[in-house]
């Protein structure tokens, strides 16, 4: 069975965006860029909420069509428009680029979609996650920690009461100083 793989940048005090809804202070390189290439590249297709998904369509379809990009920002934008996508939005009419749009995250639906056949499922979105925490729907989590603290912004995991046990399967330092952590959910932890 697929796992369900939130894939997220955050500051090394746990948020995703600062103030304002920046994300300027990630620290994305080359070296950075190309892990994360790879990853979702394994991926069997994408998890977004609207708005992750409305800046990803605002610049990937094309993204390769400029003659100053890197060649790992080309590399993604074919990948992006590629791989399958779902989108969770109440209020999106029409999407394109190989993507579905469901209108609620309904968690039997959510794991008949991990039964299919295929690579594990990208999971982005602030609110999108707060949703598959909710349910318990999230099997993995694949952080990349940026040496920055924000002190203030949108932290990416909402405070849910109950703990969950997780183990450390992989991690790697990047030269630029971010970290990437990846975690699964220990369910046998959780009895």
Same mark, same amino acid.
């Given at each position: 069975?697929?796992?369900?793989?939130?894939?997220?940048?955050?500051?090394?005090?746990?948020?995703?965006?600062?103030?304002?809804?920046?994300?300027?202070?990630?620290?994305?390189?080359?070296?950075?860029?190309?892990? !994360?290439?790879?990853?979702?590249?394994?991926?069997?297709?994408?998890?977004?909420?609207?708005?992750?998904?409305?800046?990803?369509?605002?610049?990937?379809?094309?993204?390769?069509?400029?003659?100053?990009?890197?060649?790992?920002?080309?590399?993604?934008?074919?990948?992006?428009?590629?791989?399958?996508?779902?989108?969770?939005?109440?209020?999106?009419?029409?999407?394109?680029?190989?993507?579905?749009?469901?209108?609620?995250?309904?968690?039997?639906?959510?794991?008949?979609?991990?039964?299919?056949?295929?690579?594990?499922?990208?999971?982005?979105?602030?609110?999108?996650?707060?949703?598959?925490?909710?349910?318990?729907?999230?099997?993995?989590?694949?952080?990349?920690?940026?040496?920055?603290?924000?002190? !203030?912004?949108?932290?990416?995991?909402?405070?849910?009461?109950?703990?969950?046990?997780?183990?450390?399967?992989?991690?790697?330092?990047?030269?630029?100083?971010?970290?990437?952590?990846?975690?699964?959910?220990?369910? !046998? !932890?959780?009895?």
């Amino acid at each position: 069975m697929r796992k369900i793989v939130l894939m997220m940048s955050v500051s090394l005090d746990g948020y995703f965006e600062g103030p304002g809804h920046d994300i300027g202070w990630h620290r994305v390189d080359d070296e950075v860029h190309r892990h !994360a290439n790879d990853m979702v590249a394994a991926m069997g297709g994408l998890l977004h909420g609207r708005v992750t998904y409305e800046l990803m369509a605002g610049f990937w379809p094309t993204a390769d069509s400029d003659p100053e990009a890197s060649a790992v920002t080309t590399e993604f934008a074919t990948i992006w428009r590629d791989i399958p996508k779902v989108v969770y939005s109440r209020t999106l009419e029409d999407a394109g680029w190989n993507t579905t749009i469901v209108r609620d995250v309904v968690p039997e639906e959510v794991r008949a979609l991990k039964a299919q056949p295929g690579g594990d499922l990208g999971l982005s979105g602030a609110d999108l996650t707060a949703a598959f925490l909710r349910h318990d729907l999230v099997d993995e989590f694949r952080l990349y920690v940026h040496p920055v603290l924000l002190g !203030a912004g949108r932290p990416l995991f909402p405070t849910s009461g109950s703990p969950a046990d997780l183990r450390l399967t992989g991690s790697r330092t990047f030269g630029n100083g971010v970290v990437f952590l990846c975690h699964e959910r220990d369910r !046998a !932890a959780d009895r």
